[in-house]
T-cell receptor, first 117, second 112 residues
Framework: GAVVSQHPSWVICKSGTSVKIECRSLDFQATTMFWYRQFPKQSLMLMATSNEGSKATYEQGVEKDKFLINHASLTLSTLTVTSAHPEDSSFYIC?????????????FGPGTRLTVT | GQQLNQSPQSMFIQEGEDVSMNCTSSSIFNTWLWYKQDPGEGPVLLIALYKAGELTSNGRLTAQFGITRKDSFLNISASIPSDVGIYFCAGRTQGGSEKLVFGKGTKLTVNP
């Protein structure tokens, strides 16, 4: 199957600072990448969808100025949480889809645990 | 919006037992997917279903795409301790690069 990595796997930051999370497709070209957040014991909540070279499409209720998404290449997308607050603490997971062949479906990264103090 | 009803919410079984979980929807989906998530990890794709009535196996796992296109089930046979985790169903109405609708998950506990 297709492999997606995320970095860092966990991060602790102070309230008011910004944090950048990287998502990379290692063995396929991800024409579309998705960013999710997951609270404990809950399902995945889609935050935004991004296609390479285009602006991300945010889900209703997700602040685009707070969660900045960049998908500058077919193998890298980044999520920047700006001016983070404790309520932004969560598990952030990305996925990538090549839309064809073995990478037709969404393949998920291992997630990034963000704790804002 | 579209929602998936996944049941049961949790299951506690003995090693060696078979397990069944399902997802239903009021909407029609063209694709059904089943993922497994271990604690602190991202979901891993187990089975993808693309045709109504399709029955697909992956080792001890078997999943079916309901005839009405509004439901799917996942069976695990002869469960083992490493089957522990949360299983999510997901549905999609369009192509692979379109967003998924996720169920709320079934937490499986296997007692040795």
């Amino acid at each position: 199957g297709a492999v997606v990595s995320q970095h860092p796997s966990w991060v602790i930051c102070k309230s008011g600072t910004s944090v950048k999370i990287e998502c990379r497709s290692l063995d396929f070209q991800a024409t579309t990448m998705f960013w999710y957040r997951q609270f404990p014991k809950q399902s995945l909540m889609l935050m935004a969808t991004s296609n390479e070279g285009s602006k991300a499409t945010y889900e209703q209720g997700v602040e685009k100025d707070k969660f900045l998404i960049n998908h500058a290449s077919l193998t890298l997308s980044t999520l920047t949480v700006t001016s983070a607050h404790p309520e932004d603490s969560s598990f952030y997971i990305c996925s990538g889809s090549g839309g064809t062949g073995l990478s037709y479906e969404q393949y998920f990264g291992p997630g990034t645990r963000l704790t804002v103090t | 919006g579209q929602q998936l009803n996944q049941s049961p919410q949790s299951m506690f079984i003995q090693e060696g037992e078979d397990v069944s979980m399902n997802c239903t929807s009021s909407s029609i989906f063209n694709t059904w997917l089943w993922y497994k998530q271990d604690p602190g990890e991202g979901p891993v794709l187990l089975i993808a279903l693309y045709k109504a009535g399709e029955l697909t196996s992956n080792g001890r796992l078997t999943a079916q795409f309901g005839i009405t296109r509004k439901d799917s089930f996942l069976n695990i046979s002869a469960s083992i301790p490493s089957d522990v985790g949360i299983y999510f169903c997901a549905g999609r109405t369009q192509g692979g690069s379109e967003k998924l609708v996720f169920g709320k998950g079934t937490k499986l506990t296997v007692n040795p």
